[in-house]
Structures are given as structure tokens and as C-alpha cells.
């Protein structure tokens, strides 16, 4: 059986009530109220108060504030008067229950409009968190295309260029050769003038006979058609040389590779390509940079940094369906939980992400830092500080020097302190 409580203050102005009701030592919280136009209720079992107002009043602006062992109503009135008294009297139980039901009705009315204002609200964050993002990626998009471009229009006015200047090169050394070859024709032709004036007989007229020609070298003349003239070797011929390269994945040379990390990062790659084209069909029509849970990691810390909790999760969720072994994923998702009051998943998202960090070395002891705190919040926040002393209790064994854990976790004890002494 519930225990009424009788005992209240209250005293009005022309457009207020103010009431005050002592809870006996019962601990209450906003869940324990319930109040609507005309009816009034505080269950903290086993205590029960239940009221019936005079006359409406204005639910939505009316306020209750906890403490000191009270509760304090400031019940604005619809429409100015002085009441009579605070609850409604001589009225029969029928009038009274349709009173109560129908505040219970409008207040479920109430809530669910609420909700689905929420829901509306949510959707056009998400749209509008959507939109955003997609145009900041297309600036981006525009911008790298604009630098690609500017960079070809570089290279091809610096290909021109060379190839201008590679042809002024050709000419000047064909007009080179030319004119050497013009001097050697020149001085050939001289050479030959001497050796003609040297070989003349002094005295053509008194004698038209010419001696026989010997046998031997010198005894050939110039004018014989078996002298040749001297003529130039050819160039050279050109050739090209064919090099063959080992093929390789990484532009580094063998003897400077690890080749065991390179085989395992091609391991992950493959994985999660399989993954991808099993499980991910809808995202074919992505870029290779999209489907990488490192680049969206980093564009998830980017949305977050801007406060952009919503964008950060959906950048997390698709990173986490690409890759779902990776702990910093959950742990930056866990992060955005909280700072969206989304306490459950935040405390699912920091337990996976101390799944994955195991075994417990030096190099992860950051991150599982970062998981006990976060997860501990998430407890406090839900009023189970004893959970919550716990994670921080857990997180000052691995990093005993951090100041703001152990102040974090005073303040729990303190909490949990007096819970115990009010109860």
C-alpha cells in the first residue's frame, strides 16, 4: 500500500502557484514527476502524492526543482485568477477519474509528438550534416583536379620547350657539319690545283709528247680515272637500349624493403577488397580513396574536430563495415557517442575497442586508457558510478601519473558517498 503524502505549502499570486512538498528522507529525480494541465502526481515508492488542480495550468512552462529534502513546484496559471483552494473539492470519483486518464492520454499525445519532432529533427541533421559533407568533398575534388591540371599544363609547356630547344640543337649541328664538310671539299679541290700546277710541262709548244707513265705509285697522275676523291666515313647509327625491371608493388628497391610488412599489408588489401565485393555491393559506385577505413578514419577525426558529431559517426560506421578488427574506429565512435548523449553505444563501442586491444602492451596503453575513461563517463552519466569508479579505478593502474583521472575519480567516490548517506 502506498503511503500518501499529505503534508504541503503552497501560496499563489494572480498567475503562479507555489508549492512545496517534503519527500521524509526519500531520495527523488525528474522521473518521479509527472505533471500535466490539471493533474499532479510524485510516486518515490512507497510514498505517493496525487492532486487534482483547481484549474489549468501551463505544463509546459511550469517548473520542479529537487532539494533539501523538497520539491519546489512553480505552476503557472492559463489565465490569471486567484484560486479558491489547490485542489479540486466535491467532486465525484468519475469526474476525477476521467481527469487522471485523460491527463495520462495528452501526455502520452505529448510525448509521442515529441518524439517524432525528435526523429524529424534528427533527419534533417543527418541531411544536412550529409550535404555538407558532400560539398566539401566536391570543393576538394575540384580543387585536386584544378591542380592536376595546372601541373599537365607545366609538364606539356615544359616537354614544348625542350623539344624547341632540341630542334635549334639538330640545326645548329647540321649547319656545323655542313660547314666543316664545305672546308675539307674546299681544301680538297686546293691540293688538287697544286699538284696540277706542279705536274705541268714547262714547255707544251716544242714538244707534244708526254713521257710514259711508270709503273709504281708515283708515277700516277691526277688527272687519272683511277684517282678517287677522299671521301667522309658515315655517322654512327643509333640504337636503343631495352632495360627490364623486376616488377614490384612498392617503388622501393628489394634491398631496402621489409618484405614481410609489404606481404602483410598486401594481405589486409585483399581482405578487404573480398570484404568489400561480398558484403559492400551497394558501394561500387565509390572511389578507391572512399573505401579505405584509414582515409575515412581520418575524415571521421576531421568531422569531429568541426563538431560535426553525426558526420564523424557515419564516416566510423562505414569505416567499421570495411574493417571491424581495427580499435580506434570503436574508440573515436565511443567519443562521438558521448558527446551525442548516446550513452549505451558509447559504452559498447569503448568495451569492443578493449576487446581488440589485447594483449595489454606499452603501445596500446594510451588507447585503453582513452576506452576506461570513456566507458566510465558513459556509467556516471547513467548514474551507475560504481561501474564508472571501476573504468577510472582501471585506467589509474595503467597511467597512475594522470592528475585528471584521479580528481575524475575522487568525484565518484564522493558521489557514491553520499548516495550511500542519503539512502
Known amino acids: 500500500m502506498p503511503l500518501w503524502l499529505r503534508e504541503h505549502r503552497w501560496h499563489q499570486t494572480p498567475t503562479a502557484v507555489f508549492l512545496s512538498l517534503p519527500l521524509r528522507g526519500a531520495r527523488a529525480t525528474p522521473a518521479n514527476i509527472f505533471c500535466s494541465e490539471r493533474y499532479l502526481k510524485v510516486s518515490i515508492p512507497p510514498f505517493l502524492f496525487e492532486a487534482i488542480l483547481y484549474a489549468p495550468i501551463d505544463d509546459t512552462n511550469s517548473t520542479a526543482k529537487i532539494g533539501n529534502g523538497n520539491i519546489f513546484f512553480t505552476l503557472y496559471k492559463k489565465e490569471p485568477a486567484m484560486w479558491d483552494s489547490l485542489t479540486l473539492e466535491n467532486a465525484d470519483k468519475e469526474k476525477l477519474q476521467y481527469l487522471r486518464e485523460n491527463a495520462v492520454l495528452k501526455a502520452q499525445q505529448k510525448a509521442k509528438e515529441e518524439t517524432e519532432a525528435k526523429k524529424a529533427t534528427k533527419e534533417e541533421h543527418k541531411k544536412y550534416a550529409l550535404e555538407a559533407t558532400m560539398k566539401l568533398e566536391e570543393a576538394e575534388r575540384k580543387r585536386i583536379e584544378d591542380l592536376k591540371e595546372k601541373e599537365r599544363q607545366k609538364v606539356t609547356e615544359e616537354l614544348e620547350l625542350w623539344k624547341n630547344q632540341q630542334k635549334d640543337a639538330d640545326k645548329y649541328k647540321s649547319v656545323q657539319k655542313e660547314g666543316e664538310l664545305h672546308q675539307e671539299i674546299g681544301q680538297l679541290k686546293e691540293r688538287k690545283n697544286e699538284k696540277m700546277t706542279k705536274t705541268r710541262i714547262p714547255n707544251e709548244g716544242t714538244s707534244k709528247s708526254r713521257p710514259k707513265p711508270t709503273k709504281g705509285h708515283a708515277s700516277c697522275s691526277i688527272f687519272s680515272p683511277n684517282v678517287k676523291e677522299e671521301q667522309l666515313p ?11 625491371f623486376t616488377p614490384r608493388v612498392f617503388p622501393t628497391a628489394l634491398r631496402e624493403s621489409r618484405v614481410a610488412e609489404e606481404e602483410e599489408w598486401l594481405h589486409k ?24 577505413p584509414d582515409w575515412l ?9 568541426m563538431g560535426n558529431y553525426l558526420a564523424a ?19 573515436n565512435r565511443a567519443a562521438c557517442h558521448l558527446k551525442l548523449r548516446n550513452l549505451h553505444k558509447a559504452i559498447e563501442d569503448s568495451s569492443k575497442a578493449l576487446e581488440l586491444l589485447t594483449p595489454p602492451v606499452p603501445d596500446n596503453e594510451g588507447a585503453r586508457v582513452k576506452a576506461y575513461v570513456r566507458r566510465g563517463t558513459a556509467f556516471c552519466q547513467l548514474e551507475l558510478y560504481t561501474e564508472g569508479l571501476q573504468d577510472y579505478e582501471a ?12 580528481k575524475d575519480a575522487e568525484k565518484i567516490r564522493h558521489l557514491i558517498q553520499g548516495t550511500m548517506q542519503g539512502s
Do not use: C, H, W
Not at 658515315?234 to 631495352?242: F, G, L, N, Q
Not at 578514419?297 to 574536430?305: I, Q, R
Not at 559517426?313 to 570503436?330: G, T
Open 269 to 292: 588489401q585483399a581482405e578487404a577488397r573480398r570484404t568489400i565485393s561480398a558484403d559492400l555491393s551497394e558501394l561500387e559506385d565509390l572511389k578507391e580513396e572512399e573505401k579505405n
Open 313 to 331: 559517426v557515419n564516416a566510423y560506421n562505414l569505416a567499421v563495415r570495411l574493417n571491424n578488427k581495427l580499435p580506434l574506429l570503436y574508440l
Open 395 to 406: 585506467a589509474l593502474k595503467i597511467d597512475p601519473k594522470n592528475k585528471n583521472i584521479e
Open 297 to 305: 578514419k581520418d575524415k571521421g577525426n576531421k568531422m569531429f574536430a
Open 234 to 244: 658515315a655517322p654512327r647509327s643509333a640504337a636503343t637500349i631495352k632495360v627490364n
